[in-house]
């Protein structure tokens, strides 16, 4: 089994920056961490950023540690839209599709 743990958000103002961890634990060594999402309040979960297209000049720049059972997401210049519960992601590379997700980290942008 694997487990992935998030953590890192917070109230933050609009401008502000937050660094988010996500720890995985358990069975990782066939497991690809790969990306972060989010969900709004009110609104369908989407696609945060991805390890394949880091960004790394961006806004929200995704990387990873050396181990691999590190997953980071830098937010900078944070705004309001920003407000939302982050998830991370990781799937396993054998071919079963299995994906595996954490419980999430709140992140509230507010002046």
């Known amino acids: 089994q694997v487990q992935l743990v998030e953590s890192g958000g917070g109230l933050v103002q609009p401008g502000g920056s937050l660094r988010l961890s996500c720890a995985a634990s358990g069975d990782i060594a066939g497991i690809n961490l790969r990306a972060w999402y989010r969900r709004a309040p009110g609104k369908q979960r989407e696609l945060v950023a991805w390890i394949a297209s880091p960004n790394p000049q961006g806004r929200l720049t995704i990387f990873r540690n050396s181990d691999r059972n590190m997953l980071y997401l830098q937010m900078n210049n944070l705004n309001e839209e920003d407000t939302a519960v982050y998830y991370c992601?990781?799937?396993?590379?054998?071919?079963?599709?299995?994906?595996?997700w954490g419980e999430g980290t709140l992140v509230t942008v507010s002046s």
């Open positions: 992601n990781a799937k396993r590379n054998d071919g079963s599709g299995v994906e595996y």
